[in-house]
């Protein structure tokens, strides 16, 4: 079966940084363009960052650019947000997914566009 781990999360300062991790299994990694979304209390799923296969592609929600950078190792079958500059917005369940398209755009996905989900990690910010 398809599964993504997600971890790191944990409670920062404000300004400070945290690393998530996502570990993934059961799919050939490398074949899938990979996400990042976040779900505050009572709002919706909002998109956060995509990066594609293999070349490093990416492409960020407005509300994070510069201050988020997704990465993957493919070797390890991972995926990685580094999130600097946190702010207590951005306090949210955090989620990994796959798309279920290999084509990279540009844009912000929508959670309909993903095939695989993690169960989340809970990012915290404040003082």
């Known amino acids: 079966q398809v599964q993504l781990v997600e971890s790191g999360g944990g409670l920062v300062q404000p300004g400070g940084s945290l690393r998530l991790s996502c570990a993934a299994s059961g799919l050939t990694f490398s074949s899938y363009v990979m996400d990042w979304f976040r779900q505050a209390p009572g709002k919706e799923r909002e998109f956060v960052a995509a990066i594609s296969r293999s070349v490093g592609n990416t492409y960020y929600a407005d509300s994070v650019k510069g201050r988020f950078t997704i990465s993957r190792d493919n070797a390890k079958n991972t995926v990685y947000l580094q999130m600097n500059s946190l702010k207590p917005e951005d306090t949210a369940v955090y989620y990994c997914?796959?798309?279920?398209?290999?084509?990279?755009?540009?844009?912000?996905?929508?959670?309909?566009?993903?095939?695989?989900w993690g169960k989340g990690t809970l990012v915290t910010v404040s003082s």
């Open positions: 997914a796959a798309e279920r398209s290999t084509y990279f755009r540009t844009g912000n996905r929508r959670p309909g566009d993903m095939a695989y």
